[in-house]
């Protein structure tokens, strides 16, 4: 076998190994869009008046964010067809992922929420406002740029969790490398090329991420610019 | 099959299988806590050389995804002639990997003790090596621990990847008797409950104490 990196191998699966990556792109759009509402759910589970309700929450998020992604993937696709639950491969991962990142994204929105000040509320109330109108004018705009970092990290984070999906089946970048490189028996150029497709897109995305939190904090005061 | 049955045939294995992922846990462990802290130092260097080197290998591998590094370990490093056992593979892609975002907690920390100290340090005439060892390092503990115990937790998770370049790890025995019982509901419930019992009962309540330990040592939290 030859030695070394040969390039004209790697030339000739790039427009495979670009096409899988578009799918990577859409999986990982998909799955954050996912966890967006998710995590607006977990969040509104650790916010309900009942402390039963908010406790069940508190362990369901702590159960998913202790175990790891790739048995989740595992369970939803191997379990849910015993019940009945015919999904493919996509939708289980996407499911999978939106609830696993979910938990994380509603710590975020948590952190931010109370990351706006008290006397906030205490305006808010000192000048008969609703609940709904605090929320909607006061809070929200205030809490929002503090979760805009925290939620940019996560989906530089399900990006790079993208390839467990290879494992059930989904044609992802991954899964097209270790398919193209077992067909020839080279997996020096397939894996190597997803490993710098994965720097160029998320090493700028984790950089303007950086700026983000930066802007952020300058536009808070915490920072000197 | 009850439950209890399918326990009494494949608990045994899956318990063979926590004891390797328990093993890998702990050395990728002591291997990212210590390249977080060659790398985290290095990071803060003068030397532009230095501190280069630190940057590249910290993007980089925060930059990639850890299966597409771990893969690389373990499939591509033998076309340079180094064939790494899949165990071996598996530690040195976790550590590597985690090792970086380690090192950005130690940076961070770093930067976190108060300027004083430094300048107490550089007062009463301490080497630059002493200054770091006797004064910075002691004192960084109590801020890097909350951090890095998030991160521990994610490495535990992270662990079960190994799984996908054949050690025979829970995962991996999960994944095993799944393919031949079929029984996917018991399999993998155990193994996500084992996770979250290692997680929950055995890691975090372990990181917290040492957080209080060092919060102790420093004079901060209670005696």
Known sequence: MEMGFRWDFAYEILPDMLLATLNTIIAAGVGYAIALVVGLFFLLGQRTPSKIINGINREIVEFIRSTPLLIQLFFVYFVLPQFGIKLSAWVCGMITIGLHFGTYLSEVYRGALEGVSKTQWEACRALNFSTAYTYRKIVLPQAFPIAIPGMGNYLVGIFKDTPLLSTIGVAELFHAATAVGGYNYRYLEPYTMVGIIFLILSVPAAMWVRKLERTVNVAQGKIKQ | ?223
């Open chain 2, 1 to 223: 099959m009850s439950y209890f049955a399918f326990l009494a045939e494949h608990g045994t294995t899956l318990l063979l299988g926590t004891v390797t992922t328990i093993k890998v846990l702990v050395c990728s462990m002591i291997l990212y806590v210590i390249i977080s802290m060659i790398f985290g130092l290095m990071r803060l260097s003068k030397n532009p050389i230095i501190q280069g080197i630190a940057t590249v290998y910290i993007e980089f591998f925060r930059g990639t995804s850890l299966l597409v590094q771990l893969f690389w370990v373990y499939y591509v490093l033998p076309f340079f002639g180094i064939s790494l056992e899949a165990f071996v593979a598996g530690v040195v892609a976790l550590g590597l990997n985690f090792g970086a975002y380690g090192a950005e907690i130690v940076r961070g920390g770093i930067l976190a003790v108060p300027k004083g100290q430094w300048e107490a340090a550089h007062a009463l005439n301490f080497s630059p090596a002493k200054r770091i060892k006797r004064i910075i390092i002691p004192q960084i503990f109590p801020i890097i621990l909350p951090p890095a115990a998030n991160l521990t937790v994610e490495l535990l998770k992270a662990t079960a990847l190994v799984a996908l370049v054949t050690v025979v790890d829970l995962t991996f025995e999960a994944k095993q008797i799944n393919s031949i019982t079929w029984l996917s509901a018991q399999c993998f419930g155990t193994a996500l409950l084992i996770y979250y019992i290692m997680a929950r009962l055995a890691l975090v309540p372990f990181l917290r104490w040492l957080e209080v330990l060092a919060a102790r040592k420093v004079g901060r939290g209670k005696a």
